[in-house]
Protein backbone atom coordinates (compact mmCIF):
# COMPACT_ATOMS: atom_id res chain seq x y z
CA UNK A 1 0.00 0.00 0.00
CA UNK A 2 1.47 3.00 -0.78
CA UNK A 3 1.65 6.08 1.21
CA UNK A 4 -0.38 9.31 0.22
CA UNK A 5 1.13 11.75 2.07
CA UNK A 6 4.57 11.12 1.18
CA UNK A 7 3.32 12.50 -2.67
CA UNK A 8 3.52 16.03 -3.55
CA UNK A 9 0.75 15.87 -6.10
CA UNK A 10 -1.34 14.87 -2.80
CA UNK A 11 -0.24 17.95 -1.19
CA UNK A 12 -0.87 20.38 -3.90
CA UNK A 13 -4.66 18.51 -4.48
CA UNK A 14 -5.59 19.08 -0.44
CA UNK A 15 -4.16 22.83 -0.76
CA UNK A 16 -6.64 23.06 -4.18
CA UNK A 17 -9.44 21.58 -2.23
CA UNK A 18 -8.76 24.20 0.51
CA UNK A 19 -9.06 27.07 -1.22
CA UNK A 20 -11.65 26.29 -3.21
CA UNK A 21 -13.52 26.12 -0.44
CA UNK A 22 -12.35 29.47 0.75
CA UNK A 23 -12.65 31.07 -3.04
CA UNK A 24 -16.47 29.81 -3.35
CA UNK A 25 -17.40 31.54 0.09
CA UNK A 26 -18.35 35.04 -1.91
CA UNK A 27 -19.87 33.06 -4.85
CA UNK A 28 -23.28 34.46 -5.02
CA UNK A 29 -25.82 33.05 -3.42
CA UNK A 30 -27.79 31.42 -6.26
CA UNK A 31 -24.67 29.29 -7.43
CA UNK A 32 -24.67 27.75 -4.23
CA UNK A 33 -26.27 24.42 -5.88
CA UNK A 34 -24.72 25.25 -9.03
CA UNK A 35 -20.80 26.42 -9.75
CA UNK A 36 -20.18 26.00 -6.01
CA UNK A 37 -21.29 22.53 -5.21
CA UNK A 38 -19.57 21.41 -9.01
CA UNK A 39 -16.54 23.43 -7.77
CA UNK A 40 -16.14 21.90 -4.24
CA UNK A 41 -16.88 18.30 -5.62
CA UNK A 42 -14.36 18.62 -8.34
CA UNK A 43 -11.84 19.85 -5.65
CA UNK A 44 -12.17 17.12 -3.42
CA UNK A 45 -12.96 14.43 -5.86
CA UNK A 46 -9.04 14.96 -6.45
CA UNK A 47 -7.25 14.64 -3.36
CA UNK A 48 -10.10 11.58 -2.59
CA UNK A 49 -8.73 10.01 -5.70
CA UNK A 50 -5.27 10.08 -5.08
CA UNK A 51 -5.94 8.86 -1.25
CA UNK A 52 -8.51 5.89 -2.87
CA UNK A 53 -5.71 5.00 -5.21
CA UNK A 54 -3.14 4.63 -2.90
CA UNK A 55 -4.56 1.99 -1.37
CA UNK A 56 -4.93 -0.25 -4.33
CA UNK A 57 -2.72 -2.66 -4.69
CA UNK A 58 -2.91 -3.23 -8.30
CA UNK A 59 -0.78 -0.30 -10.63
CA UNK A 60 -3.37 -0.68 -13.17
CA UNK A 61 -6.47 0.41 -9.97
CA UNK A 62 -4.00 3.20 -8.88
CA UNK A 63 -2.96 4.25 -12.03
CA UNK A 64 -7.01 4.83 -13.09
CA UNK A 65 -7.78 6.72 -10.17
CA UNK A 66 -4.81 9.12 -10.72
CA UNK A 67 -6.48 9.73 -14.04
CA UNK A 68 -9.99 10.00 -12.10
CA UNK A 69 -8.39 12.66 -10.35
CA UNK A 70 -6.71 14.89 -13.23
CA UNK A 71 -9.63 14.52 -14.92
CA UNK A 72 -11.44 15.88 -11.51
CA UNK A 73 -8.42 18.59 -12.04
CA UNK A 74 -9.27 19.52 -15.29
CA UNK A 75 -12.80 19.98 -14.75
CA UNK A 76 -12.05 22.51 -11.67
CA UNK A 77 -9.98 24.38 -13.90
CA UNK A 78 -12.53 24.77 -17.01
CA UNK A 79 -15.33 25.75 -13.24
CA UNK A 80 -12.42 28.36 -12.46
CA UNK A 81 -12.15 30.05 -15.84
CA UNK A 82 -16.16 30.13 -16.21
CA UNK A 83 -16.18 31.74 -12.44
CA UNK A 84 -13.40 33.96 -13.38
CA UNK A 85 -15.56 35.06 -16.76
CA UNK A 86 -18.68 35.19 -14.50
CA UNK A 87 -16.81 37.83 -12.38
CA UNK A 88 -17.39 35.46 -9.65
CA UNK A 89 -13.26 35.16 -9.07
CA UNK A 90 -10.87 38.37 -9.09
CA UNK A 91 -7.45 38.74 -9.56
CA UNK A 92 -6.43 37.90 -6.39
CA UNK A 93 -8.30 34.57 -6.43
CA UNK A 94 -7.31 34.05 -9.87
CA UNK A 95 -3.09 34.22 -9.10
CA UNK A 96 -4.05 32.26 -6.18
CA UNK A 97 -5.64 29.44 -8.35
CA UNK A 98 -2.50 29.19 -10.70
CA UNK A 99 -1.35 26.49 -8.10
CA UNK A 100 -4.00 24.55 -9.91
CA UNK A 101 -1.32 24.06 -12.71
CA UNK A 102 1.27 23.21 -10.43
CA UNK A 103 -0.40 20.12 -9.68
CA UNK A 104 -1.46 18.93 -13.07
CA UNK A 105 2.07 19.26 -14.22
CA UNK A 106 3.01 16.93 -10.74
CA UNK A 107 0.07 14.68 -11.06
CA UNK A 108 0.81 14.37 -14.98
CA UNK A 109 4.44 13.57 -13.98
CA UNK A 110 3.23 10.73 -11.67
CA UNK A 111 0.90 9.56 -14.07
CA UNK A 112 3.28 8.94 -16.39
CA UNK A 113 5.46 7.06 -13.61
CA UNK A 114 3.24 5.01 -13.18
CA UNK A 115 2.28 3.87 -16.71
CA UNK A 116 6.13 3.84 -17.52
CA UNK A 117 7.49 2.47 -14.40
CA UNK A 118 11.72 3.01 -14.80
CA UNK A 119 13.13 -0.39 -15.03
CA UNK A 120 15.41 -1.06 -11.89
CA UNK A 121 18.97 -1.38 -12.18
CA UNK A 122 20.45 -4.50 -11.70
Known amino acids: MRDHRTLRAFDLADEIA????????????EEIYGL???MRRA????PSNIVEGCTRESRV?????LEIAFGSLRELNYQASLATRLNYLGSPEVEVYSEKIEAEKVLSALIRAVRHPEPLNP
Open 18 to 29: LMTYKVTKQFPR
Open 36 to 38: VSQ
Open 43 to 46: AVSV
Open 61 to 65: EYLRF
